[in-house]
């Protein structure tokens, strides 16, 4: 089952509309996408109403889950727990924070924040996350993600490891662009394979924790 729960759209720095990316991953065999744009504040409204007003169109004709999400991205730390909040006021499904990554120079502490946030479900991409972040995120339910994208996908494995050690739940994403940047099985397994998990992580990565995260939502598969 092809779930993914972070990629973009037009909207932000995509490549395609919400309605073709979604199209292109329902035709890939997808059962679940995510829309997660890049918002902070004074964005948020106005890509949540476009977002969710393409996302129905696409349940109401096609037989996929589109989940109108958000990527809060590069906020001050103090100001996630609130802006997470203020999203699912708004519509949003999903709020995915961008992570810790070391490819690019994200506030140090957005990671702890995110973790911490009752409103946040996935900590994207979150680089050298601490011991104590990820048994933060176990206790909160913030699942962590092992990621497709180039440049973030390289601390993986130091994710995975801490996940497994704290009983924090993984999420396989791809962080998509673009459509080439979307996931397939062998994609995804070889993600998880990469990342130094077992059969029976990749297991619970790939077709245990998704059902987990979408069984939040207004609409299921």
Known sequence: MLCDFHTHTFLSDGALSPLEL???????????????????????????????????????????????????????????????????????????????TTSEPVEEGTNLAAVLSSSVDILAHPGLITPEEAKIAAQKGVFLEITARHGHCLTNEHVAHLALKSGADLIINSDAHDSPDLLTLESAINLARAAGLDEAASRQAFDVNPLTLIARFPQRL
């Open 22 to 100: 979604i199209r292109r991953a329902h035709v890939c065999g997808y059962r679940a996408i995510a829309l997660t744009d890049h918002v902070a504040l004074g964005s948020m409204a106005r890509i949540i109403e476009e977002i969710g007003q393409d996302c129905a169109l696409a349940r109401a004709y096609w037989d996929i889950l589109a989940i109108p999400g958000v990527e809060l991205t590069h906020l001050p730390p103090q100001a996630i727990d609130d802006a997470a909040r203020k999203a699912k006021e708004l519509g949003a499904w999903l709020v995915v924070v961008h992570g810790e």
